[in-house]
């Protein structure tokens, strides 16, 4: 089915829609005629693009009457605790945000019984699952990797018609966590700053936000794929220090990045989206190269967030 039609009224719950990657898929669903309900956590989001509800996902109960209430035919759970961070005081957090609220999505979508499709966004940051050593790089990952395994159980013990999106490196308009690379350095170039930052030498894949709300789209509504994990990513590698030259090229060439000012963090992943197996099963690949999307972004902070 086309995703152009399967959401035409369709009820459709999007968990974490406040937030960067949210935001863009509850417009988009809106704009396809699906009755979009979308949760945050603390503060109202501005904007009609979603009917929001304030609900923490850790709490099952509260979860599970927000399912039976709605009856959604799709769940896009999105919401995450999403930091790198390596520090033992990481562990915990990414655990109950992004592990717990997980568990309690997939128990109360299987016991409801209304949904046709949950689509999970997990990250390139877990390791893959054939790996015999498969060690997560950080307790995001670590959390993130857990879920992926709690997804495919669900799905082979319980029939649950779960989906999970491997998600690269999405960046663009209105992403607003300004310790993210390309929001960083756009802002201080904007401001005339130099922008601090690592090596730069890590390879990167990514994917413009537009791309990857289409793919989450297909995801939610191809038949076949329940079970599966589908990397949703470019295909292609970019290096830090590319990503931030070209940002710099655009603004301002006089402005050279600090390289080696901060210390790169230990295991970084270096992943690269699986685009014929993603392709063959979903009949999709990205549309927006690198430099487009970065001068699309690099517009909007100018005119949203340069001051």
């Known amino acids: 089915m086309n995703s152009n039609s399967a959401y035409k009224e369709a009820s459709v719950l999007v968990t974490g829609a406040s937030g960067f990657i949210g935001a863009h898929l509850c417009r988009h669903l809106r704009e396809l005629g699906a009755e979009v309900t979308g949760t945050y956590l ?3 989001p501005n904007g009609s693009h979603a009917n929001w509800v304030s609900l923490d ?3 099952l109960e509260a979860t599970s009457e927000l399912i039976n209430n709605l009856q959604p035919t799709h769940i896009f759970h999105l919401a995450s605790h999403v930091q790198g961070r390596r520090e033992i005081d990481a562990v915990l ?15 109360a979508t299987q016991q409801a019984g209304s949904c046709q499709r949950l689509v999970m966004t997990n990250s390139q940051e877990e390791p893959d699952q054939e790996q015999s050593q498969a060690i997560p790089s950080s307790p995001y990952a670590a959390s993130k990797f857990a879920a ?7 799905h082979t013990l319980y029939s649950l018609p779960v ?32 922008p601090e930052l690592s090596s ?49 090229k655009q603004i301002d060439p006089n402005i050279q990045g600090n390289f080696g000012a901060v210390i790169d963090r230990p295991m970084e992943q270096e992943r690269l989206a699986d685009v014929q197996e993603t392709e063959r099963k979903l009949n999709w690949r990205t549309q927006v190269p690198l430099d487009d999307g970065l001068t ?10 340069s001051n």
């Open 148 to 154: 992926s395994a709690y997804a495919r159980m669900f």
């Open 163 to 194: 989906v999970i999106a491997r998600v690269f490196m999405v960046y663009g308009p209105e992403q607003r966590d300004l310790h993210k690379l390309i929001p960083y350095t756009t802002l201080k170039a904007l401001n005339g700053q130099t």
């Open 200 to 248: 730069g030498q890590r390879n990167i894949d990514w994917i413009y936000v537009s791309d990857l709300v289409n793919g989450l789209l297909e995801l939610g509504c191809q038949p076949g794929l329940e079970g599966e994990t589908i990397d949703l990513g470019s295909g292609q590698f970019h290096t830090v220090k590319t990503v931030v030259e070209k940002i710099l």
């Open 296 to 305: 699309k972004t690099i517009d909007w902070y100018r005119t949203n967030m």
């Open 42 to 44: 603390s503060h109202k």
């Open 93 to 107: 957090p990414t655990f109950e945000n992004n592990l717990t609220s997980t568990i309690n999505i997939l128990t």
């Open 57 to 59: 996902l850790r709490n």
